[in-house]
């Protein structure tokens, strides 16, 4: 919130003699009024993005529209937004290219997070799961579940990757019908475990039995537990052949089942869905075929008139759009003038002069 942004920002800057950098995410449309009692507050750097990924659940204020808010006032940046608009073109088209990838829920403000104080990537993250299990209409469930799966798990803060435990636990809750808790995530148990450190809150007896049963957290740090890794997986690496870099060996251990087929060049990229034209069809034609769907057959018809006038088709210059006859059906058979679905043939098996058995109806 702008009052409380401020409040924190003049307090460091009374307190330390250090930069302070604002970072926020525009999810709430708050952060524009926040960057604004910052800048009064004396803060030394601000997070944008530029206006083609601006503002909705991820991205951070527009940077020409902070630049422009400072133009002849003494935090003055000194940006010249003519400069900007170059940057701002190119950041048009990249979001043109990949804006099918993007859903659209995701880049809208959401004033619920001012109810559930949900992060931006979160929210993203939450559409992805329900759609992927085909329940984004259960939504509203996950954000009232998410607060409670904060305030049992001794609220943790909601930030990668704790934001990501919480969420997909909430969801779950959700979804899996039942106790809660009845599926529980190896991160949630890991992390009641305390192999992400100890929690900022208390974990009730209750959750915790119903989540690792009799074990006993880890009080210690978790860093301990693991053993060093690097060398060892990088011989793994450079034994595959994968290895061209240094970088290819942290990819290697960060992701060790799909890593080596994608340093070989073996993965095919991702298909980036197409863009459908809204207004590919002209204003005023009528379509000369469609696609219907009765009982779950689809049948392809042909539209010939319309209220006793001819269809044209809208490609043509010239008369109506000539219908192919249909051909004949070569070794016997029965036409018929309408499309239907051959439920049942009765046959039976008849023996002939020549001994020979065969089907007849």
């Known amino acids: 919130?702008?009052?409380?942004?401020?409040?924190?920002?003049?307090?460091?800057?009374?307190?330390?003699?250090?930069?302070?950098d604002l970072h926020s995410h525009s999810t709430s449309g708050i952060s524009p009024m926040s960057y604004q009692a910052a800048i009064e507050a004396g803060v030394d750097i601000l997070d944008t993005a530029m206006s083609p990924f601006s503002m909705g659940t991820s991205p951070a204020p527009p940077t020409e529209s902070i630049v422009a808010s400072l133009?002849?006032?003494?935090?003055?940046?000194?940006?010249?937004?003519?400069?900007?608009?170059?940057?701002?073109?190119?950041?048009?088209?990249?979001?043109?290219?990949?804006?099918?990838?993007?859903?659209?829920?995701?880049?809208?403000?959401?004033?619920?997070v001012l109810i559930y104080q949900l992060p931006g990537g979160m929210i993203s993250n939450l559409v992805s799961q329900l759609k992927e299990q085909d329940a984004l209409d259960r939504i509203e469930e996950v954000h009232q579940e998410i607060p409670r799966v904060r305030k049992d798990l001794g609220y943790p803060p909601l930030v990668t990757p704790t934001s990501q435990i919480v969420g997909t636990q909430a969801v779950l809750n959700v979804l899996m019908g039942g106790e809660r808790y009845s599926n529980v995530t190896k991160e949630v148990k890991d992390y009641v475990l305390g192999l992400y450190g100890k929690p900022p809150g208390?974990?009730?007896?209750?959750?915790?039995?119903?989540?690792?049963?009799?074990?006993?957290?880890?009080?210690?740090?978790p860093g301990d537990l693991l053993e060093p890794a690097y060398e060892k997986m990088a011989a793994e690496a450079r034994e595959e052949g994968i290895v061209t870099k240094d970088e290819d060996i942290l990819t290697y251990i960060l992701y060790p089942a799909i890593a080596p087929s994608f340093l070989r060049g073996e993965r095919d990229a991702e298909i980036i869905p197409r863009k459908v034209d809204a207004g590919a069809a002209q204003p005023g034609t009528i379509p000369t075929s469609m696609d219907v769907e009765v009982d779950g057959e689809i049948f392809a018809v042909r539209i010939l008139s319309v209220d006793g006038g001819e269809v044209r088709d809208a490609t043509?210059?010239?008369?109506?759009?000539?219908?192919?006859?249909?051909?004949?059906?070569?070794?016997?058979?029965?036409?018929?003038n309408i499309q239907g679905m051959v439920l049942k043939i009765e046959t039976r098996i008849a023996r002939g002069k020549e001994g020979r058995d065969s089907c007849r109806p």
Not at 3 to 14: A, D, V
Not at 202 to 221: K, M
């Open 71 to 112: 133009t002849g006032t003494p935090r003055d940046t000194g940006i010249d937004l003519m400069k900007l608009r170059p940057v701002r073109d190119i950041c048009l088209s990249v979001k043109d290219k990949y804006g099918t990838l993007v859903d659209p829920i995701s880049e809208r403000i959401d004033s619920d």
């Open 1 to 20: 919130m702008p009052e409380e942004t401020r409040r924190l920002i003049t307090g460091i800057k009374r307190e330390i003699d250090i930069p302070v």
């Open 202 to 221: 208390t974990i009730s007896t209750e959750i915790r039995a119903r989540i690792i049963g009799d074990e006993e957290p880890f009080t210690g740090r």
């Open 316 to 336: 043509s210059t010239g008369g109506a759009k000539q219908i192919p006859p249909r051909t004949a059906i070569k070794g016997g058979g029965v036409k018929s």
